[in-house]
T-cell receptor, first 115, second 114 residues
Framework: AQTVTQSQPEMSVQEAETVTLSCTYD???????LFWYKQPPSRQMILVIR??????QNATENRFSVNFQKAAKSFSLKISDSQLGDTAMYFC????????????FGAGTRLTVKP | DAGITQSPRHKVTETGTPVTLRCHQT?????MYWYRQDPGHGLRLIHY???????DKGEVSDGYSVSRSKTEDFLLTLESATSSQTSVYFC?????????????FGSGTQLSVL
């Protein structure tokens, strides 16, 4: 079974600085999808960014970007110019080919942005 | 929010009682899911549905059943609630945007079993 590991239970960063959240996963598949979700105190799960394994180019969404290292099975999230509103739990998630709908999540990293 | 509504938002119940959580969607999505969220575990899949009356088990399905009699509604039932089922429950739908699968989540139900 696929597993997703987030080795940093908690992190903090100063406002306007850059922070990187780590994620590793384990799979024998070649075609899959990776995601980062944000969960603020409101409890809502918000999709931040998505990466398809067959794409070598790292995904970016405004201040959010990923470093996808397929051989190392690593998928880190970089948040640039951190804002107070980025304070949240961040979950890394993995999904095989869309025909298999079981999305696996890591345990999460609690990020605090300090003013 | 992909038109997902979960009810109730909060529920407190006693051990041994049946509980049903409801997920309602307004956009005719085929795939619907139930996850539970617990500290240290992230989200784990309980059951999912790929159409009316078509459901399958996920990673942590023991003690749970589901039903989908209409496209828009996906019900999660705890036949006899236990304290280990105290959790936050999320419903999700799978949306394909130009072939890019992604999950959208409801706002969750906090269930406490005393």
């Amino acid at each position: 079974a696929q597993t997703v590991t987030q080795s940093q239970p908690e992190m903090s960063v100063q406002e306007a600085e850059t922070v990187t959240l780590s994620c590793t996963y384990d799979t024998s598949e070649n075609n899959y999808y990776l995601f980062w979700y944000k969960q603020p105190p409101s409890r809502q799960m918000i999709l931040v960014i998505r990466q398809e394994a067959y794409k070598q180019q790292n995904a970016t969404e405004n201040r959010f970007s990923v470093n996808f290292q397929k051989a190392a099975k690593s998928f880190s999230l970089k948040i640039s110019d951190s804002q107070l509103g980025d304070t949240a739990m961040y979950f890394c998630a993995f999904m095989e080919n869309p025909n298999n709908n079981d999305m696996r999540f890591g345990a999460g990293t609690r990020l605090t942005v300090k003013p | 929010d992909a038109g997902i509504t979960q009810s109730p938002r909060h529920k407190v119940t006693e051990t041994g009682t049946p509980v049903t959580l409801r997920c309602h969607q307004t956009e005719n999505h085929r795939y619907m899911y139930w996850y539970r969220q617990d500290p240290g575990h992230g989200l784990r899949l309980i059951h999912y549905s790929y159409g009316v009356k078509d459901t399958d088990k996920g990673e942590v399905s023991d003690g749970y059943s589901v039903s989908r009699s209409k496209t828009e509604d996906f019900l999660l039932t705890l036949e006899s609630a236990t304290s280990s089922q105290t959790s936050v429950y999320f419903c999700a739908i799978s949306e394909s945007d130009r072939g890019k699968e992604k999950l959208f989540f409801g706002s969750g139900t906090q269930l406490s079993v005393l």
